[in-house]
């Protein structure tokens, strides 16, 4: 009888520290915090792009009527978007009083000419973030679990030029949302760029009393394994 015990109480302890370790091996790598941004860019750049009427061999001015941390991201996602839409699009950036700055994305190496319809596309970033929106322990000695909530909200319009006419106007909302382990967060979170780095707010007084019990579950359990032999 006293063998079983000590079975089942190994199988006990096992369990337990697989629950708890933070070393556990997930079924599928997540993202990177920077990678889920990057993706939701292209989606909500790829939706706005889809949608804006532009004629084939047109140049388009990038013009962002909006700082923030990942309006570089928005941005590069536009002129990608604009690149693979197969209208032998050229694109410059507009950076503000320092001038227009021209890179060419065509898919050809003919230059621009004076033939060329010049557009304006100007896009506002009403939100871009990530964040931690919540975590929980599914089991009192389940490890620590965390929701990522990515999210973008962009507005643009299109402007002919230089008659400054409104051609088009068109918004784009877009929101990616995981499940993944506290204990993975560090590897995926980035250095250089502060959005990336989201910080985790643990609420309430559970965050004290989690790991007292989950403490004196290990002593009991521990007592208990030496107690039957």
């Known amino acids: 009888m006293r063998e079983k015990i000590s079975v089942v109480n190994c199988l006990w302890i096992s369990a337990l520290v697989f629950l708890l370790s933070p070393c556990r091996i997930a079924l599928s790598s ?6 889920m941004m990057e993706e939701l860019a292209a ?3 790829g939706n706005l792009i889809s949608d804006i009427p532009l004629p084939r061999g047109a140049t388009v001015e990038l013009a962002g009527l909006s700082v923030s ?4 991201l928005l941005e590069e996602a536009l002129a990608s978007s604009l690149k693979n839409s197969k209208k032998d699009i050229c694109v410059t950036f507009s950076h503000g009083d320092s001038g227009a700055v021209k890179e060419t994305v065509r898919e050809d190496s003919t230059p621009p000419n004076s033939s060329d319809v010049g557009y304006r596309l100007e896009y506002r970033i009403a939100e871009m973030s990530l964040e931690y929106a919540r975590c929980w322990r599914k089991y009192l000695v389940a490890g ?13 319009r299109l402007i ?14 877009k929101q990616m949302k995981d499940v993944l382990p ?10 250089s760029f502060p959005f990336s780095k989201p910080t985790l707010h643990r609420k309430g007084i559970g965050r004290f009393l989690e ?4 403490t004196g579950i ?4 521990i007592s208990l394994f030496y107690s039957a032999k």
């Open 144 to 156: 620590l679990m965390v929701e990522r909530i990515a999210k973008a909200n962009v507005h643009a």
């Open 69 to 72: 941390e990942g309006s570089w």
């Open 182 to 191: 506290a204990s993975a967060l560090s590897s995926l979170e980035g250095k």
């Open 30 to 35: 997540p993202p990177t915090n920077m990678a």
């Open 218 to 221: 290990v002593v009991g359990l």
């Open 211 to 214: 790991p007292l019990l989950v």
């Open 160 to 173: 002919q030029m230089p008659s400054g006419e409104l051609v088009w106007t068109g918004s784009d909302e």
């Open 43 to 45: 989606k909500v750049a």
